[in-house]
T-cell receptor
């Protein structure tokens, strides 16, 4: 069974700080996706990374796919209260299923 | 608006009842899903349909029965509801594996 371990599970920081969320597995994934979920809503896709070593930037968010395609990270620069939410990584398994990590709850205090 | 929609948003019912959740997508996607999110926010796939055909059926009790009348709709019927069925259920759709569009969720509470 392919599993994705996300860390940390909870993160509470002050506005302006930087943070990194990690998504790790012992398995290879064909691609990896990051979602953000706000309370009472469904997850919203932020980015998909496909190639080992790939780096994608979305404003203050930087996503990286590990060289071996087993891990990924999300780095947020100068976090803002609007970044508060649940961040989920999800990998496409070798059977085509989307497998989710446990999520990281981020709180950014003004 | 183009989106995945599901109804109802909230569902409160007693143990033993039967209930249905409806889902529609107007994105023209071929694949639709049902996911369950538990109290710890863990999202797990339940079912996946491609062009009305069931392609993924995870280890879900057979009290849960999905039905896809056409490729834009995927409904979920649950028989004999149990306390442990309380969760948020998300319908979703995708065209390929590059990303999934989720609905707003249905919060099911079984008392």
């Amino acid at each position: 069974t392919q599993l994705l371990e996300q860390s940390p599970q909870f993160l509470s920081i002050q506005e302006g700080e930087n943070l990194t969320v990690y998504c790790n597995s012992s398995s290879v994934f064909s691609s990896l996706q990051w979602y953000r979920q706000e309370p009472g809503e469904g997850p919203v896709l932020l980015v998909t990374v496909v190639t080992g070593g790939e780096v994608k930037k979305l404003k203050r968010l930087t996503f990286q796919f590990g060289d071996a395609r087993k891990d990924s990270s999300l780095h947020i620069t100068a976090a803002q209260p609007g970044d508060t939410g649940l961040y989920l990584c999800a990998g496409v398994s070798n059977t085509g299923k989307l497998i989710f990590g446990q999520g990281t709850t981020l709180q950014v205090k003004p | 608006d183009t989106a995945v929609s599901q109804t109802p948003k909230y569902l409160v019912t007693q143990m033993g009842n039967d209930k249905s959740i409806k889902c529609e997508q107007n994105l023209g996607h071929d694949t639709m899903y049902w996911y369950k999110q538990d109290s710890k926010k863990f999202l797990k796939i339940m079912f996946s349909y491609n062009n009305k055909e069931l392609i993924i059926n995870e280890t879900v009790p057979n009290r849960f029965s999905p039905k896809s009348p056409d490729k834009a709709h995927l409904n979920l019927h649950i028989n004999s509801l149990e306390l442990g069925d309380s969760a948020v259920y998300f319908c979703a759709s995708s065209q390929d594996v590059t990303g999934v569009n989720f609905g707003p969720g249905t919060r099911l509470t079984v008392t």
